[in-house]
T-cell receptor, first 115, second 111 residues
């Protein structure tokens, strides 16, 4: 089954304790992206990757890191989480086609609470 | 001004009603347009892409007006299962692969 898998789905942590949210897709998609969703603000892009070893900042990259060592995986790293990073996080992927009309496939989301 | 703006609703409509949502975008160079559906606390899923000529998928019709920079979604014969949040999504010119999401319009279909 084609899917994007995120882990963990739910996490409560404390300020400053490094954490990683994993994202894996089995559709051989070149493009992967991380979003956070907050009430009243919609989904905002954190980082995206066009292909292996190619990453770039989205609209709200501060406090986050990513890596793309393999095509299928795109982990999101919070080196020193703070309470303002409490949010619902989504990973998404799509094919990198010549025409920018591709559907984004989302993971089920990871709800993170930083105390 | 937000890059993509939607009326947050909620729109409460009876079963069988026709309901329409609008969405405006600010970047005239925007290339692609979509409507996504998001159920409570779940991941967004593509409902339909929006083409310049307008397009229809069953009870759903999407329209694009580039001159006025808005897109619309019309739902006919509303079902209880249509209750969800509808996200307007706009992508910027090729090469950036950036998707801008509206904050969503909540629809509740009442029995």
């Amino acid at each position: 089954e084609a899917q994007v898998t995120q882990n963990p789905r739910y996490l409560i942590t404390v300020t400053g304790k490094k954490l990683t949210v994993t994202c894996s897709q089995n559709m051989n998609h070149e493009y992967m992206s991380w979003y956070r969703q907050d009430p009243g603000l919609g989904l905002r892009q954190i980082y995206y990757s066009m292909n292996v070893e190619v990453t770039d900042k989205g609209d709200v990259p501060e406090g986050y890191k990513v890596s793309r060592k393999e095509k299928r995986n795109f982990p999101l790293i919070l080196e020193s989480p703070s309470p303002n990073q409490t949010s619902l996080y989504f990973c998404a992927s799509r094919l990198k086609t010549g025409v920018n009309t591709g559907e984004l496939f989302f993971g089920e989301g990871s709800r993170l609470t930083v105390l | 001004r937000k890059e993509v703006e939607q009326d947050p609703g909620p729109f409460n409509v009876p079963e069988g009603a026709t309901v329409a949502f609008n969405c405006t975008y600010s970047n005239s160079a925007s290339q692609s347009f979509f409507w996504y559906r998001q159920d409570c606390r779940k991941e967004p899923k593509l409902l339909m892409s929006v083409y310049s000529s307008g397009n229809e998928d069953g009870r759903f019709t999407a329209q694009l007006n580039r001159a006025s920079q808005y897109i619309s979604l019309l739902i006919r014969d509303s079902k209880l299962s249509d209750s969800a949040t509808y996200l307007c999504v706009v992508s910027t010119p090729p090469g950036t692969y950036k998707y801008i999401f509206g904050t969503g319009t909540r629809l509740k279909v009442l029995a």
